[in-house]
């Protein structure tokens, strides 16, 4: 019962933000853009790509290669991983 109710809740918010955009939309009218606006939305748009991209594959190589495993004392180390120097050879 719940579940139904969130639900509900959303759909309904999401009718009235839907709602509001369709509204402002019409309200804007006829406006025109220079080549500026256009480039500027441009370059936005394609660095909040990249920018996204970038931390996406980010989080997959660190969650892959086990930067995001949490730390475990009874866990052995190796000597170059406790004081941060190389291994010597013997």
Avoid at 64 to 72: I, L, N, T
């Amino acid at each position: 019962m719940k579940a139904v109710f969130v639900i509900v809740f959303l759909l309904a918010l999401l009718a009235i933000v839907v709602g509001w955009a369709i509204y402002a939309w019409e309200q804007l009218g006829d406006v025109h853009m220079s080549w500026h606006g256009y480039a500027a939305m441009i370059l936005g748009i394609v660095f909040s790509l990249l920018v996204g991209c970038g931390l996406m594959g980010l989080l997959f190589y660190s969650s892959r290669h086990g930067y995001d495993e949490p730390f475990d004392p009874s866990r052995p180390q190796s000597n170059a991983k406790k004081n941060g120097t190389p291994p010597t050879k013997r």
